[in-house]
């Protein structure tokens, strides 16, 4: 899988009246955030923008006019100076709101997923929608514990799901966690037959970790999709011997 560089911003919402938050989008974007009503998700909406356009930005490595539009399926597209320059993937949950950015290549070799989930007691844990058999006996073994693990399992479907961007969408079972280590922070996926040609013959790498913020800990998780064999090519996988999730890096790293 080469190397391509993806670019994290991670935004925690700063307060102060929705409007504020609104104000530092773009009119086409503030177009679409007012769809959505007032309050919680029109909050989200912005700061999802918000940490596109830092992202999108840091993976330019230029301050341009950034806009993430929404496409014909939900999914956020990217226009830099009118042009699709970058490629990006969003989320948002509680009080922060996450995205990837990656410099737009030829069609199909590269995209990614993003995924947020704040640490909770979830529903998910034993969700036959969720999660097979398969998965939850893997879940139910988890070292750090059933909840965190289906928890971050989710994120890892959500990410990968994202990073295939499927038209039209498919279920949970469409993409089966085959593995999965809190420490240091990987996952293996495969995807069923409604998604297998949207992979092709790419290959899906996912990185998960845990985040501290001011209200507490969040699971994020990403999912890169790129020409070759395996999830987890010889010498890609995260190295390191520590004893709890792995942290993500203030706002860079990936
Ligand atoms: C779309 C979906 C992935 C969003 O996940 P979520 O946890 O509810 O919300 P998140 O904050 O993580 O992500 C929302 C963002 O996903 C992005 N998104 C929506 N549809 C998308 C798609 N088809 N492809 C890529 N990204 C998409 C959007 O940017 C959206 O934010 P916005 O509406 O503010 O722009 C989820 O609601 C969904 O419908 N999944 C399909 C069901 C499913 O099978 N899930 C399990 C994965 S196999």
């Known amino acids: 899988m080469p190397g391509r560089r993806i670019c994290l911003a991670i935004l925690p919402d700063p307060g102060g009246p929705e409007e504020a938050l609104l104000a530092a989008l773009t009119p086409e974007e503030q177009g679409e955030a007012r769809h959505h009503p007032p309050g919680r998700r029109r909050r989200q909406f912005a700061l999802g923008r918000l940490?596109?356009?830092?992202?999108?930005?840091?993976?330019?490595?230029?301050?341009?006019?950034?806009?993430?539009?929404?496409?014909?399926?939900?999914?956020?597209?990217?226009?830099?100076?009118?042009?699709?320059?970058?490629?990006?993937?969003?989320?948002?949950?509680?009080?922060?709101?996450?995205?990837?950015?990656?410099?737009?290549?030829?069609?199909?070799?590269?995209?990614?997923?993003?995924?947020?989930?704040?640490?909770?007691?979830?529903?998910?844990?034993?969700?036959?929608?969720?999660?097979?058999?398969?998965?939850?006996?893997?879940?139910?073994?988890?070292?750090?514990?059933?909840?965190?693990?289906?928890?971050?399992?989710?994120?890892?479907?959500?990410?990968?799901?994202?990073?295939?961007?499927?038209a039209p969408p498919s279920k949970p079972a469409e993409i089966e966690v085959t593995a999965l280590q809190l420490d240091p922070g990987w996952a293996r996926v495969e995807v069923g037959p409604r998604l297998a040609p949207r992979l092709g013959e790419r290959a899906v790498r996912v990185r998960l970790g845990l985040l501290e913020a001011a209200n507490g800990q969040y699971l994020l998780t990403v999912a890169e999709v790129a020409p070759g064999k395996g999830s987890f090519p010889a010498g890609r996988r995260p190295e390191g011997k520590r004893r709890s999730p792995p942290r993500w890096p203030g706002e860079h790293g990936v």
């Not at 399926?73 to 009118?82: K, L, M, N, Q, T």
């Not at 988890?142 to 909840?147: C, F, R, T, V, Y």
């Open 51 to 166: 940490a596109a356009h830092r992202a999108i930005r840091r993976a330019l490595g230029v301050e341009l006019t950034v806009l993430v539009l929404v496409g014909a399926h939900g999914e956020p597209v990217a226009r830099v100076d009118g042009a699709a320059a970058a490629g990006v993937s969003l989320s948002h949950a509680g009080r922060l709101a996450v995205a990837c950015a990656w410099l737009a290549g030829p069609e199909r070799e590269f995209s990614a997923g993003i995924d947020l989930e704040r640490v909770r007691p979830a529903e998910l844990v034993g969700s036959p929608y969720a999660f097979s058999p398969g998965e939850k006996a893997m879940l139910g073994s988890a070292p750090q514990g059933e909840l965190l693990a289906s928890l971050a399992a989710w994120t890892v479907k959500e990410a990968a799901w994202k990073a295939l961007r499927p």
